[in-house]
Nanobody
Framework: QVQLVESGGGLVQPGGSLRLSCTGS????????TGWFRRAPGKEHEAVSV????????YYADSVRGRFTISRDNAKNTVYLEMSSLKPEDTAVYHC???????????????????WGQGTQVTVSA
């Protein structure tokens, strides 16, 4: 019943921009810490960014800070990830995640999140 559906992935050139969207169904995302993980080929899930349900505090991986921006539109029950200055190493499947009681000290752990979207492919290549 609870689903997170991502969209917006695709092929983009290095230095380009892309916006990912995650729309929730069966849950109101404003009650959850929501964010994004990514998984590159041959690698484990990497935390990208999270926005909390309580006060909207945002967290970013060092590798994306200053280039990516996470936001949430409660009216649309959607969380976004604006990505700019994209690099080939950003290539991955990006998953939307949600957790009702996130332990912020371990926000980067994929095991902390109860809900995962199926993912959307982002490919950064010339």
């Amino acid at each position: 019943q609870v689903q997170l559906v991502e969209s917006g992935g695709g092929l983009v050139q290095p230095g380009g921009s892309l916006r990912l969207s995650c729309t929730g169904s069966g849950l109101s995302l404003d009650n959850y810490a929501t964010g994004w993980f990514r998984r590159a080929p041959g690698k484990e899930h990497e935390a990208v960014s999270v926005i909390t349900s309580s006060d909207g505090t945002t967290y970013y991986a060092d590798s994306v800070r200053g280039r990516f921006t996470i936001s949430r539109d409660n009216a649309k029950n959607t969380v976004y990830l604006e990505m700019s200055s994209l690099k080939p190493e950003d290539t991955a499947v990006y998953h939307c995640v949600a957790e009702s009681a996130l332990r912020l000290g371990v926000w980067m752990s994929p095991f902390e999140y109860d809900y995962w979207g199926q993912g959307t492919q982002v490919t950064v290549s010339a």
